[in-house]
C-alpha cells in the first residue's frame, strides 16, 4: 500500500491550502478505510489534524482537532482513492510536514496502518 501525499507548499498567513493524498494498494479496500492527516512541526511531536472514516453504508464522519476546528474541510473521492483537506485561514502555526495516513481501524487516533512521505507546509506571517 502506498500514500502520495501532494499539495504543500509556501502560503502567507490568512491564506489556503489544499492538500491532496492518493492510496493504492491491492487488496485493499480503501472506501471502508478512516483516512486523514497528521503533522510534524520542527521540534514537536507528530499530532493528529483531520480525518474522515466509514460510518456505514455510503456514510461517512469527519474529525478534526481544535486547532483547525471551524477552518478546515475534510472530504475524499473513493472512485479516485483519494482524500483531500483544504485548509484557510492558515497561521503560522500550522507550518510543518503533514502525513497522509490510513488505518483499518474506526478511528485514525486509535492506529495508522500506513503512512504517506509527508509535504511540507510553510506558512508566513
Known amino acids: 500500500v502506498q500514500l502520495q501525499a501532494s499539495g504543500g507548499g509556501l502560503v502567507q498567513a490568512g491564506g489556503s491550502l489544499r492538500l491532496s493524498c492518493a492510496a493504492s494498494g491491492a487488496g485493499v479496500t480503501f472506501s471502508r478505510y478512516s483516512l486523514g492527516w497528521f503533522r510534524q512541526a520542527p521540534g514537536k511531536e507528530r499530532e493528529f489534524v483531520a480525518a474522515?472514516?466509514?460510518?456505514?453504508?455510503?456514510?461517512?464522519?469527519?474529525d478534526f482537532a481544535d486547532s483547525v476546528k471551524g477552518r478546515s474541510t475534510i472530504s475524499r473521492d473513493n472512485g479516485k482513492n483519494s482524500v483531500y483537506l483544504q485548509m484557510n485561514s492558515l497561521k503560522s502555526e500550522d507550518t510543518a510536514v503533514y502525513y497522509c495516513a490510513a488505518s483499518s481501524r474506526t478511528s485514525l487516533k486509535s492506529g495508522v496502518d500506513y503512512w504517506g512521505q509527508g509535504t511540507l507546509v510553510t506558512v508566513s506571517s
Open positions: 474522515t472514516r466509514w460510518i456505514g453504508s455510503n456514510l461517512y464522519s469527519a
